[in-house]
């Protein structure tokens, strides 16, 4: 049996999708059926069972994914260690992050890093997810402090992040200043849809080490934060994001900051990836130029 067919049947059991596995492996779908049904003449099985919408495991296909999938894992996992005796910084690290981090923190210090190693390749996911990175193969994830699991081994990329709730001068000009978490309530509020849970996001804040949440409505619900500073800046209600998303718009007027002295700071930003893995030369050389510069006096 080809090792190939069996890890274009792992791709499809992983992503649920011929097509999202062929974008994966960066072939054709077609090529990717193709071998799959091969594979399954073989063994004379069937491993997967197709409709026009979805793609599951038979009992076959999950016993297959359960006993050979971790093996080959661990050969590929040998293969990258042998390849670290090496000169040469190559492979491709898979990271996940939400889009605004991808853009203020995590690209701007992987920019230089691919001009120095050409051989080094990155794929970054964005993702507002609570992303499982062992069982999504991913080989980073970018998450709050208070979000990484236990098991996992993470470094510290920023500084804890200061909050802000903000609204634009029209709209407060209209419904006033809130200044409590009670005034919140009668307020338009852009808010945040969570991937995860299918829940609103309740508002973080904090009042003299005591915090508490508020379940804050309005009319516009979003699952990213740029189109929620979009409609802040349109007059359409507050929004709570960390400051540094807003903090020109702040010091140039179009937003204004309501309520600083209930607003905390969020846990740093850490690169994290699983302890149960040998972390290569690639790996290792992302995650350092991630890491923060220096610790803050």
Not at 207 to 222: A, D, L, M, N, Y
Request: proline fraction near 5%; charged fraction near 25%; hydrophobic fraction near 40%.
């Amino acid at each position: 049996m080809q090792i190939n067919d069996i890890m274009n049947f792992l791709a499809v059991a992983n992503e649920r999708s011929f097509t999202r596995a062929a974008a994966k492996l960066g072939v054709s779908q077609s090529a990717v059926s193709h071998s799959v049904r091969d594979l399954e003449a073989r063994m004379g099985v069937r491993l997967l069972t197709r409709t026009t919408r979805s793609v599951s495991m038979t009992e076959a296909g999950e016993r297959l994914m359960r006993s050979v999938g971790p093996r080959l894992e661990e050969i590929e996992h040998e293969i990258a260690a042998v390849s670290e005796l090496g000169d040469k910084v190559s492979g491709t690290i898979r990271i996940t992050a939400i889009d605004h981090i991808v853009e203020s923190v995590v690209w701007p210090r992987l920019d230089p890093l691919l001009h120095m190693y050409p051989e080094l390749k990155v794929e970054i996911g964005t993702d507002y997810r609570m992303v499982d990175i062992v069982a999504e193969r991913y080989d980073i994830g970018v998450r709050w402090g208070d979000q990484v699991e236990k098991d996992m081994v993470a470094v510290r990329m920023t500084d804890d992040q200061p909050t802000a709730i903000v609204g634009s001068p029209a709209y407060l000009a209209i419904h006033g200043e809130p200044r409590t978490p009670q005034d919140l309530l009668r307020h338009n509020c852009i808010t945040l849809r969570l991937l995860t849970s299918g829940g609103l996001y309740a508002w973080e804040l904090e009042h003299e080490g005591r915090p508490t949440e508020v379940k804050v409505t309005g009319q516009s619900i979003f699952t990213s934060v740029y189109p929620m500073l979009q409609a802040a800046l349109s007059g359409h209600g507050l929004t709570f994001v960390t400051a540094d998303l807003v903090q020109r718009y702040i010091e140039d007027g179009s937003l204004k900051q309501v309520m600083p002295e209930w607003c905390p700071r969020f846990p740093g930003l850490h690169a994290y990836y699983t302890s149960r893995r040998h972390p290569t030369r690639a790996l290792k050389t992302v995650i350092q130029a991630l890491r923060i510069a220096a610790p803050s006096v």
